[in-house]
């Protein structure tokens, strides 16, 4: 065993030691005196503590792999508001935003590996084809965020061994409940929301639900200006007591306009590190950002009898995304003339295409006195592109030029490019099929087997045409009966402890092309987690602690900057060998009454098989703390708290011009809330961000960098129902 993994072993023994003995004493004590129960949010009308992670319905410590659930109501409390500020409170989540947000720099990993697999209420989107991720969702339409990290194969079918994020919307209640929110903010930012929800008759059979927001506002960076649009609606119908049936339909509109592709130059030509305003603008002010989408859904619950369940679920999204990318890259400058860096300008825009169904039978039976539980499901989806290709940098000329920075950061003013379509067309088509199986034995009561595997038919299809011409269409990835093997056990110690082992494999097609223009053949390897979880102060608060190692193999690594694929693409190798390790540490919930905290400490490493860690400029050792204490007696209707997000340093290997090593020291990032309930209908709440106004970067990419956010502050005034 490597000193590495020495290390967080005995790290992580350590704290399974530590919440085992938390555990027992927990079990020993007194049960401490319940808070008075405070009347539910109308955004969180429903929270439930299943989550889906193999095709059964099982509580997070029934679940053999590390399950992190951020719900509504904490989304208020921190006045998050969309999926980028909901991944920055995740334990082991890391963000790399080299970019402004609704471009394709803002990138984040778990355990080392980058985070592809999206889904919105268990149903996946693409990580081969861009602009489905769910990366700006406003989360209006959304009661909860679910992260399962490890490998998500049973899920997804594919993807990265990282984390999946599956996003639950939210659904109806039968007692109306209602709540209207205004918010301002630094950068003139101005938000609205509104959400209501009950039963439409008087017997509670039919229930309905509405959301919306509207946000606009300015950012840190110059001439950046953000807008977004929400709507969201779903109706529910009880057919008969055992037949439910649920549809409804979410609309996302989402628009960055004056925003960059890429962040500021980190050196200057002689090799010293530059210092530009947070401020600082690389993007054209003619660049323009827009993703839209409508998505419509059904599902048709029935039960059998009480302990046979089917689910049928059904989606259709249309979306496309329009980007006019101007864009200053460079990785040093002169500091007395400004030349060195260069102006990369294209459009990107794509018409997109989901259809999904879904087919999910779970039931249970009685044998060996015990109850063991079995699932099987069925799915297929299909995701289609349609692009209009324009020129780009690729082409040379008025696409790539040089500018003087010093001069372009001031207003971003420079010629807009001749961006008129060039009259060909390209796409995508992507057809998966799977079937899946699980079972979860248990041989005697204490301990749980869960074994299972997916199948999975995968076919990616691309097409050019030239003019009005015929498509041609090429295939990419065909890839028949690809079985998945999944398996853990649970032994429950106590009933309070357990402990749990799982094993995943990997599969990921992909799409990333060589400098001769060959597809890298699919992604593989293996998972492995180990761990513990508790459940203390009579289930009040959860403890987990896990260690985790996985293996990949075909690994696309890009070539370097500047190395090309025939179709203009990055070009990549596939490299074997990559490993991931490290330990997690989390807990979430209340340690005494009216005080509650959420967050914990991640470790992750990854290199290559010769020991060289990859993706230095993500932290190794990162820390997240959010808590929030309800004061007692006559200020009960004060709630103060905040949050801590610590990481370790960061570098990014030869960025300069002399090969220099960028370092980014370890940094702590402190925000505040404070909020007021005058009465059971009206709250304001104040929230500052980063107080200290700590300057760092968010992201690096090769040489260039994009600050992190600096002090801001919102104030939001709620009436609820």
Known sequence: MSVTQKFLFRHAASSILTIAFMSATAAHAQAPVQAPAEKPDA??????????????????????????????LRMQEQGLTDISEVMEQIVGIQSNRSSA????????????????????????????????????????????????????????????????????????????????????????????????GGALTSDGHIRARVAGAWQDNDTFIDREHAKRHALYGVIEADLSPDTLLTAGVEYQNFRNKGASRGGVPLYFTDGTETDFARSTNGGADWSDFSRKSVNIFASLKHDFDPNWHLQIDAEHKSGSYDESIGYFFG?????????????????????????????????????????????????????????????????????????NALEFFKTGNISKPDLTATGDGAGNRIETTAASGVARLKPVAPLSVIVGGRVTWWKQDSYARTGSGPKVWTSVTDEKGVFMPYAGIVLDFTKTLSAYVSYASVFDPQTERTVDGATLP????????????????????????????????????????????????????????????????????????????????????????????????????????????????????????????????????????????????????????????????LSLAVHVDNIFDKTYYSGVYIGSARYGSPRAFTVTLRGTL
């Open 522 to 681: 699919p992604l593989e390897g293996n998972t492995y987690e180990a761990g513990l979880k508790a459940e203390l102060f009579d289930g009040r608060l959860s403890a987990t602690a896990a260690v985790f190692r996985m293996k990949q193999d075909n690994y696309a690594l890009a070539d370097g900057p500047g190395i090309f694929a025939p179709d203009g693409s990055a070009a990549y190798h596939a490299v074997a060998g990559m490993k991931s390790s490290g330990f997690e540490l989390e807990v979430n919930g209340e340690i005494l009454p009216g005080w509650r905290v959420a967050g914990g400490f991640a470790n992750a490493r990854s290199e290559d098989q010769d020991g060289v860690r990859q993706l230095p400029q993500i932290a190794k050792n990162s820390f997240k703390m959010f808590t929030a204490y309800r004061l007692p007696g006559k200020l009960s209707g004060l709630t103060i708290g905040g949050n801590v997000r610590w990481q370790d340093k960061t570098t990014a290997d030869g960025t300069g011009p002399n090969g220099e090593t960028y370092t980014q020291d370890s940094l702590a990032i402190v925000d505040l809330l404070a909020s007021y309930r005058f009465s059971d209908h």
């Open 43 to 72: 955004d969180s009308i429903i929270v439930t503590g299943q989550t889906e992670t193999n095709g059964l319905n099982l509580t997070p410590r029934e679940t053999p792999q590390s399950v992190t659930s951020l719900d509504s």
């Open 331 to 403: 990785t040093a400058i002169d500091k007395d003339t400004g030349l060195g860096g260069t102006l990369y300008s294209t459009r990107w825009a794509s018409d997109l295409t989901l259809n999904a169904v879904y087919a999910n039978l779970r039931g249970s039976f009685d044998l060996l006195g015990q109850e063991q539980h079995v699932a099987l499901t069925v799915s297929h989806t299909r995701f289609d592109d349609d692009q209009t290709p324009y020129p780009g940098w690729w082409n040379g000329g008025d696409y790539m030029r040089s500018v």
């Open 101 to 196: 947000l609704g471009t394709d720099g803002t990138n984040y990993t778990a355990r080392g590996v980058a985070i592809e697999n999206y889904l919105v209420d268990g149903v996946a989107r693409p990580n081969n084809i861009y602009g489905f991720t769910e990366d700006t969702a406003d989360m209006i339409a959304y009661d909860r965020i679910e992260v399962i990290r490890g490998s998500a194969g049973m899920m997804t079918g594919t993807g990265q061994p990282s984390a999946a994020i599956n996003m639950i919307r939210k659904r109806p209640g039968t007692q109306l409940q209602a709540s209207v929110a205004a918010q301002l903010g630094s950068w003139d930012m101005k938000r609205i929301e509104g959400d209501i």
